[in-house]
Structure formats: structure tokens, C-alpha cells
């Protein structure tokens, strides 16, 4: 048992979904998305340093000497796995640790739109599930895979920095790679990938130039890729992906994506009515003639107002705020709540203002 364990266990305990331990500062957990100091001295640097030093073995402690920062999964047997990244900052060192639960969740569990299940089925393209850093990304696609793996006879190569969700294989084959630990990096795990006979292709983090450029001739040999983007919304997504590109290659992988992408699904989390646990909000871009000729055509910054018009023609497409909009209509979000994610809040508060009042 390590000495980190205890405040770990508390964690688990308590349902927060991290642990902030960092040298000069009181140990924090992470509640329902908020900061709440536990009742613990302040962190010395020496302290900090045998507390979270001696979850390294010793390759990973001579890494960490070099980069100064380590990423790793650490499990508690019968409490829970998380995913830790240690660092150096201005008052010695710090970690997070991110609770990953034991069980895989499923769609439904999650309440996630039906449009999710439907981008599942998809024999190839490009799936792009986004959203910022904390936003649930990481849970929506393990129920992705989770659904794959249980309605198909597909093989699904993940990569991931590092693991989190474990998958075991149900109807098809799964298989999980770590970076830094079984490959060298994202693209290096994609070039191998290639040539171990996938169906499916989920990336972890679409971090650089080589890496997107190796999902996207992915997605054109005819395998369904799913990665992950830090971003804000579903335009901002394209955006990134567009903007990463040499300049001279631009025209030619807006033309690629026009044809390739098959979704953006952009996450936010929002505090539920009752002030218990968090809502998954989300925004869902599909695949559609209109959207297409807007890529080619390099006028994504007109997909926010193409995605509010589709929000109600059932076609599975919705717009943040209409998210918003209708987890406000049935009472699981506050109104309050929602104008702080919303990009139009007062159109959503005259929205609102037309629903009845129990």
C-alpha cells in the first residue's frame, strides 16, 4: 500500500473525479466539476516528493528526470483505476489523478442521443468526438467502443495515452495500445495500426500535423476512424483540424474531409437541476450534402448557423443551445446553468421564457 492511497480511496469514496496533490498547497478533490480543499496540511515539497515519487519504477523515474512530467494509470484492487500525471511546478511537484471507473458505461447509461449509436454503425469515415479538457470526452467514447464491441464482429485497435477504460472483447476483437509504453507515439501506433487489420480505429488525442494526417488516410483506406479533439464546439473542431495543415495542402484535405467526415459530436458537462452529478451536453454535427459543400467550399464558419436550422428537422443534427434548450425543457438542467454554456444566451432565454411554468 502506498502512501497516496489513502487520499485516493477518500476519492473513490466521496464520487469526486479527481485529486489535486501538489507541493505547497493543501491536498483538492474535484466534486460535480467543483474544487473542495480537504482537511490536510499543506503540502511541503518534500512531502510531495515521497508521496508521489514512489508510484515510479525506475525507467519511468529516470524519465521523469529528463521531461519532468509522467503519465500513468495506478489501480487500487476493489476501489477504483486512475489515470495520474505527474509534474514539476513552481512549488515542487503536482499531480492529478482522474478517477476511471470500473465499468465500461454504455450509451444508454449516459443518456447520449441516438445519433452516437447510428455514427457507431458506420462501416468508415472520420468520427470526431470533441470538447474541453474535463468535458467527459474520454467516457463518451469508451461507450462507443462499448458499443461496437458488443454489436459487431469488428476489430477495434485503440491508442491511448495512457489507457483508461479497459475493454474486453465481446462479439468482435479488441486491442488496447498505450503510448509510451507499447508504441512510441500516436503516429507511430497509427503507421503500425494500418497494417494489423482494423475495422475501427479510435485515437485518443488528434495532438499534431502527422498524427491527423495518418487518421485521415485511415478513414480513406476505408476504416472507420474515431479521434478525439480539444475543442470547443463542432466548427472549431474542422477548424483545428484545417488550420494544422501545411497551407499549400489546405484545399486538398478540405476536399478529403468533405467526403470523409461522417460526425463531430462536441461535449460540454453541465451541473444537473437537482445539485447532484453532471449532464452530458451535447452538440452533433452530421454528415450532409450541405455540410460538405461548406467545407469544400472553406465556409466553416457558417456550420453554426447551418446546425441551428437542422436542429429541428430530425435529422439527429443539434446545435449547443438546442441541447441546452431541451435539457432546460425537462427540468434536468437550470436555466442558470445553461446561459453559461450557451453561445446565444439570449435567445435562449426568450426560448425559456415560452415554456409553462409548472
Not at 42 to 62: C, D, K, N, Y
Not at 156 to 182: C, M, N, W, Y
Not at 305 to 312: E, I, K
Request: no cysteine; net charge negative.
Amino acid at each position: 500500500m502506498l502512501r497516496i492511497d489513502s487520499f485516493l480511496r477518500l476519492v473513490a469514496e466521496q464520487g469526486a473525479s479527481d485529486l489535486h496533490f501538489h507541493a505547497g498547497n493543501v491536498p483538492i478533490i474535484r466534486h460535480e466539476g467543483e474544487l473542495m480543499p480537504l482537511p490536510f496540511r499543506i503540502l511541503s515539497e518534500v512531502e510531495t516528493g515521497r508521496f508521489l515519487l514512489e508510484l515510479l519504477g525506475e525507467e519511468q523515474r529516470a524519465q521523469f528526470e529528463k521531461t519532468k512530467e509522467a503519465d500513468l494509470v495506478y489501480s487500487i484492487e476493489g476501489v477504483a483505476r486512475f489515470r495520474v500525471n505527474i509534474f514539476v511546478q513552481s512549488q515542487g511537484l503536482g499531480a492529478v489523478f482522474r478517477v476511471i471507473p470500473n465499468k465500461v458505461p454504455t450509451l444508454d447509461e449516459l443518456n447520449l442521443p441516438l445519433a452516437l449509436r447510428r455514427l457507431t454503425q458506420l462501416a468508415n469515415g472520420l468520427v470526431l468526438v470533441t470538447g474541453p479538457t474535463g468535458s467527459g470526452k474520454s467516457t463518451t467514447l469508451a461507450a462507443m467502443v462499448d458499443e461496437i464491441n458488443k454489436t459487431s464482429q469488428r476489430h477495434v485497435i485503440s491508442i491511448e495515452d495512457p489507457i483508461e477504460f479497459l475493454h474486453k472483447p465481446i462479439k468482435g476483437a479488441i486491442t488496447q495500445r498505450q503510448v509510451g509504453k507499447h508504441a512510441e507515439s500516436f503516429s507511430s501506433a497509427l503507421r503500425s495500426a494500418l497494417r494489423e487489420s482494423p475495422d475501427v480505429l479510435v485515437v485518443g488525442e488528434m495532438r499534431d500535423l502527422e498524427t491527423i494526417q495518418l487518421a485521415i488516410s485511415a478513414a480513406e483506406t476505408g476504416v472507420l476512424v474515431i479521434g478525439t479533439l480539444h475543442s470547443n464546439s463542432a466548427p472549431k473542431a474542422i477548424d483545428r483540424i484545417i488550420d494544422v495543415i501545411p497551407e499549400e495542402s489546405r484545399d486538398q484535405v478540405r476536399s478529403t474531409l468533405s467526403v470523409l467526415l461522417r460526425g463531430v459530436v462536441s461535449q460540454h458537462l453541465a451541473k444537473h437541476a437537482t445539485g447532484e452529478g453532471r449532464v452530458a451536453v451535447m452538440e452533433v454535427l452530421l454528415q450532409s450534402y450541405a455540410l460538405s459543400n461548406l467545407i469544400r467550399e472553406n465556409k466553416v464558419f457558417q456550420i453554426d448557423g447551418y446546425l441551428d436550422a437542422a436542429s429541428y428537422d430530425g435529422s439527429g443534427m443539434q446545435s449547443l443551445d438546442a441541447s441546452l434548450f431541451k435539457l432546460v425543457k425537462q427540468g434536468e438542467v437550470t436555466l442558470e446553468e445553461a446561459l453559461k454554456l450557451s453561445n446565444q444566451p439570449e435567445s435562449l432565454k426568450r426560448l425559456a421564457a415560452e415554456l409553462p411554468e409548472d
